[in-house]
């Protein structure tokens, strides 16, 4: 990779750099934990300085944050971190929490107690709806109240079907005030993808709405839940949340009457490592890996990354375009856990109009937005023009994740949104809950590239024999453990699956299965998914680069580009795509796809074939899915290789059969 420097898109202003809440932290942990004094050097030198203690000093970075963010122990911790092998790293080992207490706790403050803990937008009503601070508390300590009369015990674990609405916060809250283990799936989720997960954990009880509008239609979702009480013999209780209005089912409890009481929360103290919820991977290849992490693990990284990395706070307004069957939902509420209001919204991203998101941003006065790179290029495709159309005023930054962000939509924000606005592109996972790398308030936004990595996170990127390698392609690894790494998965009780997943091409480092390059000035470009890597001719290549230039031609929809290795050493590699409507894929648009790759990256990345198909196939959370299609074209029956329940489109995969090459 180029060394030169991309084009600077934004700087941030000195004094709002000065003020961030990073730097504060800065300046603290070097008054009182020996992090490294760094005033005199750039922006770039400081950050690097202070990420570089971060991780070399892991007990005393992490003592800092824990003291810096009032973090509440009611048995406080003599030990940081008692081992630091990976897996089995144990943090804070005598200490206890709840997480609950720690994302409730601002509402005990009476100058905020009667302001939004939860601004709730949904497609149907856009006027926004707010929960205060104070009401937030009473329903969580009426619902915490009546699942212990239910029975509900520390350990015990509790479901829901529920979309990004303000009821599902607060069945979250009190399930972890319990002590209970949370998990969620969104309600656009069949049945059998439902009880893929849920039927691993065993709950003891199941909320559940009755439907849900998406698109301006309704979607009745009794049917679903009736199957899932059947399915699900450990539910003693469920509970019965009327989004499209319809009665509650026989024996099931009234949300109302869940919520009705005039009750203060009562947290159980818990061990650190104790499990807050379940989490859980695509399942595209077999069930989902049922991922737990702790009260503790989540509380601490959480507050790092919307405190320091979002540079969130009290009387900020976050918002992040997300459901509850993906791990944004529950990174959403780390806002609340920093003071911030949280924004819910339920609905389709792009109704009744394209710009849909940004309008829930205006309309709520939102400060930090997150959304999906696919929906930014979306954005771009239809052409709106969101800083012209809407007031934006409040908005100073923008998340992004998902996929990479390729250098167009980066482009389209600056010119589009605003040229004074923070670009927070950042990568992580479901495995952690939040992000490897992201966003620096008090450093620039280049092209193409995420700023930097996590404070606390030994991010590096390593070759195919465990090299460090700089400026070039590589494996994302983690060489020092983190707090928000699982604490097992459920039902793997040698850790064989854990160590698999992550720990089997380098023992004892963390491998995250990401393309990366790390810049020899810090920031870091993600370039796609390395198990599904294309090789040509001994030079891996990033599909999403490919995704980037085929995918800003506006014939093109969306693409898939697969490698297969052939039984006779060679190698084909398809690039499939999905055409815009009244588009042909001729031979002047084959050539034009293949002139683009060829000069704007290189002749290597210039497919073998260009084939249409009615469809890319997604998992449930949208990503689009290569290993499964790669193993169709080499002759895996389709339901060998993918579990159908893991996808939104799962007929999309029917197509790719004619193309095999075995």
């Given at each position: 990779m180029s060394t030169e420097l991309p084009p600077l898109l934004w700087t941030p202003d000195p004094a709002r750099a000065a003020s961030s809440r990073l730097s504060a932290f800065q300046q603290f942990a070097a008054a009182h934990h020996g992090a490294p004094q760094t005033a005199g050097l750039s922006p770039q030198a400081a950050y690097a300085t202070l990420h570089r203690w971060s991780v070399e000093r892991l007990e005393d970075f992490w003592r800092a944050v824990t003291e810096w963010f009032d973090v509440r122990f009611t048995r406080p911790p003599t030990t940081v971190l008692s081992s630091t092998a990976m897996p089995g790293a144990r943090w804070f080992p005598e200490a206890t929490l709840n997480y609950a207490e720690h994302a409730l706790r601002h509402g005990e403050d009476s100058n905020i107690a009667d302001t939004p803990a939860i601004i709730h937008v949904d497609e149907r009503t856009p006027e926004p709806v707010a929960t205060t601070w104070s009401e937030l508390r009473r329903q969580v300590g009426s619902v915490s109240a009546e699942?212990?009369?239910?029975?509900?015990?520390?350990?015990?674990?509790?479901a829901a079907y529920v979309p990004n609405i303000p009821q599902a916060v607060v069945a979250l809250l009190a399930t972890a005030a319990v002590g209970a283990v949370w998990t969620s799936c969104a309600p656009d989720f069949g049945a059998r993808s439902v009880l893929d997960r849920f039927q691993q954990i065993e709950p003891v009880v199941l909320f559940a709405v009755d439907g849900y509008r998406y698109g301006g239609k309704e979607h009745d979702r009794r049917a679903v839940v009736k199957e899932l009480r059947d399915e699900l013999p450990s539910v003693r209780q469920v509970v019965h949340i009327p989004v499209l209005g319809f009665a509650a089912p026989a024996g099931a409890r009234e949300w109302e009457g869940l919520t009705a009481a005039p009750a203060e929360p009562v947290f159980e103290q818990l061990p650190f490592d104790h499990p807050l919820w379940v989490l859980y991977s695509s399942g595209t290849t077999g069930l989902p890996k049922a991922i737990v992490h702790s009260h503790g693990g989540i509380t601490v990284d959480h507050l790092k990354q919307a405190g320091l990395h979002l540079d969130l706070g009290p009387g900020d307004r976050f918002f992040w375009y997300t459901s509850t069957g993906w791990m944004m939902w529950n990174y959403l509420l780390a806002g609340l856990l920093v003071g911030a209001s949280i924004v819910t919204y339920d609905g389709s991203p792009g109704y009744p109009a394209a710009d849909a998101q940004w309008r829930v941003a205006a309309d709520t006065g939102t400060n930090v937005f997150g959304t999906s790179a696919a929906y930014v290029m979306a954005c771009g495709k239809a052409g709106v023009h969101p800083g012209q159309d809407l007031d934006l005023a409040d908005l100073r930054a923008i998340g992004i994740t998902g996929s990479p962000l390729p250098p167009d939509g980066f482009r389209w924000i600056y010119d589009e949104i605003s040229a004074d606005i923070w670009l927070v592109s950042v990568s992580g996972g479901t495995d952690v809950c939040g992000s490897f790398v992201g966003g620096v308030p008090t450093l620039p936004v280049h092209l193409g590239e995420?700023?930097?990595?996590?404070?606390?996170?030994?991010?590096?990127?390593?070759?195919?024999?465990?090299?460090?390698?700089?400026?070039?392609?590589?494996?994302?690894?983690?060489?020092?453990?983190?707090?928000?790494?699982?604490?097992?998965f459920w039902s793997d009780p040698d850790d064989q699956r854990y160590r698999d997943s992550y720990f089997a091409m380098f023992p004892g480092v963390w491998r995250h299965g990401d393309w990366i390059t790390h810049t020899s000035r810090g920031t870091v470009v993600i370039h796609g998914r390395s198990d599904s890597t294309l090789n040509r001719q001994g030079v891996r290549m990033g599909s999403s680069d490919i995704y980037e230039v085929v995918e800003r031609m506006p014939q093109i929809k969306e693409s898939l580009v697969i490698g297969l290795e052939q039984p006779d050493g060679g190698y084909w590699m398809p690039l499939f795509v999905v055409l815009a409507q009244g588009t042909t894929l001729d031979d002047d648009l084959r050539a034009a796809i293949s002139n683009a790759l060829r000069t704007k990256l290189s002749p290597r990345h210039v497919p073998d074939e260009i084939i249409a198909v009615p469809a890319v196939p997604h998992t449930l959370t949208g990503k689009r899915i290569e290993v499964p299609v790669k193993r169709i074209l080499a002759g895996t029956p389709v339901d060998q290789a993918v579990n159908p329940g893991s996808l939104e489109n799962p007929e999309a995969l029917r197509v790719f059969e004619q193309y095999r090459r075995t």
């Open positions: 699942l212990r009369a239910l029975g509900v015990r520390p350990g015990d674990r509790v995420i700023q930097a990595p996590n404070l606390g996170v030994a991010v590096e990127s390593w070759s195919q024999d465990g090299k460090r390698v700089v400026d070039e392609v590589g494996e994302l690894v983690v060489t020092r453990p983190t707090p928000s790494m699982p604490l097992y």
